[in-house]
């Protein structure tokens, strides 16, 4: 054989016979060390799994809770808001009806002004002067009857123009003021 036929790597070599290699039997000692080591691996990792479910769980609490004081804040907040907008609003009503108020009071007294000038004598007398040109009365244009007089029928005037009826004093002024508007 050749140099290259012996030392080329790349041939294909025979079967080899199949057969189960033996194990090294170990000590028992180094078994039970074995034994022990994996036994103390496994409760390692499971005391591991534990702190990380329990941690896990330490922090599903601390976010509900956290969420929980955020909602009630919110809520407190929300609730402290409507009730300031309630208030502002309720303020706005108030300012609105005490300038009504204000507003009916001047034409109430605008109002009361306009039927005690209607209701005053003195003022219905002045008006009537100013618009009508009616003169006030002199002294001698008076005439003064009791009601006692007229009872009894004794006036201290026999004229009959002194004891006219109420309609026929209404009608005599009248048609003066009719007469002095008129030309």
Same mark, same amino acid.
């Given at each position: ?37 994996? &036994? ?20 599903? &609490? ?36 005490? &300038? ?24 219905? &007398? ?58």
């Amino acid at each position: 054989m050749s140099y290259y036929q012996d030392g080329n790597l790349a041939r294909p070599l025979e079967d080899l016979a199949p057969y189960a290699l033996p194990e090294k039997s170990q000590s028992p000692d180094i078994v039970e060390a074995q034994k022990r080591a994996r &036994r103390q691996a496994l409760q390692r990792e499971a005391a591991v799994r534990q702190e990380y479910k329990a941690a896990g769980r330490l922090h599903a &609490r601390s976010l509900v809770r956290l969420v929980l004081v955020f909602a009630l804040l919110s809520a407190a907040l929300g609730l402290t808001v409507w009730r300031s907008a309630k208030i502002t609003e309720m303020s706005f009503f108030n300012a609105g009806l005490s &300038r009504q108020i204000r507003e009916l009071e001047e034409q109430n007294v605008i109002l009361q002004d306009r039927v005690s000038g209607k209701a005053s004598l003195h003022v219905a &007398r002045e008006e009537a002067v100013a618009q009508l040109g009616m003169q006030k009365a002199s002294a001698g244009q008076v005439h003064v009857l009791s009601a006692i007089e007229l009872r009894q029928g004794q006036a201290a005037f026999s004229d009959s123009q002194v004891l006219m009826t109420d309609q026929e004093c209404q009608d005599l002024l009248e048609s003066w003021v009719l007469g002095q508007v008129s030309p």
